[in-house]
C-alpha cells in the first residue's frame, strides 16, 4: 500500500463533516471533481467503499467512519506538530505550571528551573512552582490542574505517565547531644521510642513511615507536626525531638543548628523522585521543554546521589 496522502485525508474530514462533495470543495477552495477524484483514489488505495451517495448527499460507510476517526488524529498530530515548530522557530514561549513536593523544591528543582530559565532560548517561558502534598500533585496533574509533576515515586502516580528526575537520601536528625548521636548509622525501629517532628500525616514521607512502623508491629506518633523539613530540624535544635528528614536539607544546617545526621539504615530511605504529566501529546512546547531538561539531568544527580 503507499503513503497515505494527508491533503486527502484532511479533504476526506471536510467531506464527512459536511456531507457533501460540494460543501467540502467550498471549504477546502476548490473545485467538486478534484475532491471527487481524490475520494476515488482514497477508496482504490485501501480497497475498501468509504462513502456512501444519498440523495441529500453522502455518508460514511462503516469503514469510513473508522478512517474518519483515525484521520482526525493524524491530522491532529500534524496540527500540533506544526505549532510546536512554530514556536521553536520563534523561540520557545509559554507558562507552565509544576507542582512538586517539599522535598523536591528544598533538594535541587528550584536551583534546576533557575537554570533551565537562564538559558537564552528559554527567555520567553515562565514556570509556575507550587507545592503540594503528592497526593495533591497527583489529582493536580490528572485534572489538568497542572502540566508537570515532581514528587517520590513510592506513591501511586495512577494513570500518569513519568520518567525520572532526581534522588536523595533520608537521615535521622538528632540534637549533637543526644543519646543515639553516638551511632553513625540506624534502623529506624530504634527511632520509635523517641519523639519525633515531621510532616502532616497526609505526606509521602510520613505515609511511608505510619506504613513501615506497622509493619514492625509498632506505631509511629509525632510528638510535634509541621509543615516543612527545615522547621523539623529546628524542633530537633531545641531537643524537643528528633526527626527524619532528606540529607540534602539537614546537611546544610548541621553546622550551625549543633545537630548530627545518622544514616537510616533502610532501603526505602534512597529515594527517587520522577517527572510526571498525562501525556506527552498534552505537553505545551514550552512543557515538554522544561521536561525532557529535568529528565536529561537525571545522570548526573544519580553520580550526585549519596
Not at 503528592?134 to 497542572?146: N, Y
Not at 512502623?213 to 509543615?227: E, H, K, M
Not at 527545615?230 to 530537633?236: C, Q
Request: aromatic share 6%; net charge positive; glycine share 4%.
Amino acid at each position: 500500500m503507499r503513503d497515505l496522502d494527508l491533503t486527502s485525508l484532511r479533504l476526506f474530514i471536510y467531506v464527512c463533516e459536511s456531507g457533501s462533495l460540494a460543501k467540502a470543495a467550498e471549504r477546502a477552495a476548490i473545485v467538486s471533481s478534484a475532491i471527487s477524484k481524490r475520494m476515488a483514489q482514497l477508496e482504490d488505495q485501501l480497497g475498501t467503499r468509504l462513502l456512501v451517495r444519498k440523495g441529500y448527499g453522502v455518508v460514511p460507510t462503516t469503514a469510513g467512519l473508522n478512517l474518519l476517526e483515525h484521520a482526525r488524529t493524524i491530522c491532529d498530530n500534524v496540527a500540533r506538530i506544526e505549532k510546536d515548530m512554530r514556536n521553536f522557530a520563534a523561540g520557545a514561549q509559554g507558562q507552565v505550571r509544576l507542582l512538586a513536593s517539599a522535598s523536591a523544591i528544598a533538594d535541587r528543582l528550584t536551583t534546576d528551573v533557575v537554570n533551565f530559565l537562564a538559558m537564552p532560548a528559554h527567555k520567553n517561558i515562565h514556570i509556575d512552582i507550587e507545592e503540594r502534598m503528592t497526593p495533591d500533585i497527583v489529582r493536580g496533574v490528572q485534572q489538568g490542574h497542572a502540566s508537570l509533576g515532581i514528587y517520590w515515586d513510592a506513591m501511586t502516580k495512577g494513570e500518569l505517565q513519568s520518567r525520572p528526575y532526581c534522588r536523595d537520601r533520608l537521615c535521622v536528625v538528632v540534637p549533637a547531644r543526644h543519646s543515639l548521636a553516638v551511632n553513625k548509622k540506624i534502623k529506624f525501629e530504634h527511632t520509635l521510642s523517641y519523639p519525633h517532628a515531621g510532616l502532616p500525616v497526609n505526606s509521602a514521607t510520613q505515609t511511608l513511615m505510619q506504613r513501615q512502623a506497622a509493619q514492625l508491629g509498632q506505631t509511629f506518633v509525632q510528638r510535634i507536626v509541621v509543615s516543612t523539613f527545615e522547621t523539623a530540624i529546628r524542633v530537633v535544635r531545641t531537643g524537643a525531638a528528633i526527626c527524619i528528614a532528606p540529607r540534602e536539607i539537614a546537611q546544610p544546617l548541621a553546622s550551625s543548628y549543633e545537630i548530627k545526621l545518622l544514616e537510616l539504615d533502610e532501603p526505602w530511605a534512597l529515594r527517587q523522585f520522577v517527572i510526571c504529566y498525562r501525556s506527552p501529546l498534552e505537553l505545551t512546547p514550552a512543557a515538554r521543554l522544561l521536561a525532557d531538561y529535568l529528565g536529561a539531568i537525571t545522570k548526573t544527580c544519580e553520580n550526585e546521589a549519596p
